[in-house]
């Protein structure tokens, strides 16, 4: 691969600031554009909240991830990890360049933290060659076993699904 390719990794706590005082979605999404990364990583993106959707004046009327995306990032997955009475959040991928692949695998430990590893096959091009980027994005559990657990799953799940010589990226 000969083309740079910029990566941001971001976790937007679902779009509110620490302690959940403020929604500052629209401030995480200026700061994102800021950077102007080629690949965004986003951990804690909400898909769908209905009683967010009522209470906050300024919650988006499609899901974060396509709010955040806007005409930035045309391409872009969505990994639902966490699903509740009231919607899902999870993980997202936004990239500049076509995702040709997304799956999202379950790494949860436990029954009380549900956990992805969202992958996305980007197709990155350059003046001189086309090739592809194997992007996974997650977000690791609080606790140190149930995380050395999740690493183990996260290298037999790549090992399975990637071939050796193809460049990957983590984040998280």
């Known amino acids: 691969m000969t083309a ?3 990566l941001l990794s971001y976790n937007i706590h679902k779009g509110f600031s620490s ?9 995480l999404k200026q700061a994102i ?6 690949i965004v990583f986003l951990q804690e993106v909400v898909g769908d909240h209905a ?12 899901a974060q991830f396509e709010y955040l995306a806007d005409t930035v ?9 966490a699903v509740y009475d009231q919607g899902h959040h999870g993980n997202a991928i936004l990239s500049k360049f076509p995702i040709v692949v997304d799956e999202n ?3 949860s430990v436990g029954k009380h933290e549900q956990r992805g590893l969202l992958r996305a096959r980007v197709a990155v091009d350059d003046q001189e060659q086309s090739t592809s980027l194997e992007c996974f994005c997650t977000h690791l559990g609080l606790f140190r076993r149930g ?7 996260l290298a037999e799940h ?7 010589e193809q460049p990957i990226v983590l984040a998280g």
């Not at 009683?51 to 499609?62: D, F, L, N, T, V």
């Not at 990032?73 to 990890?81: E, I």
């Open 51 to 62: 009683g967010h959707r009522q209470k906050i004046a300024s919650w988006p009327s499609e």
């Open 147 to 153: 995380r050395d657990a999740q690493f183990r799953m």
């Open 105 to 107: 695998h379950d790494i």
């Open 4 to 6: 740079a390719v910029t």
């Open 19 to 27: 302690r959940n005082v403020r929604f500052i979605l629209s401030e």
């Open 158 to 164: 790549i090992d399975a699904v990637v071939p050796r």
């Open 33 to 38: 554009m800021d950077v102007g990364a080629d």
């Open 73 to 81: 990032w045309s391409h872009y997955a969505y990994g639902k990890n």
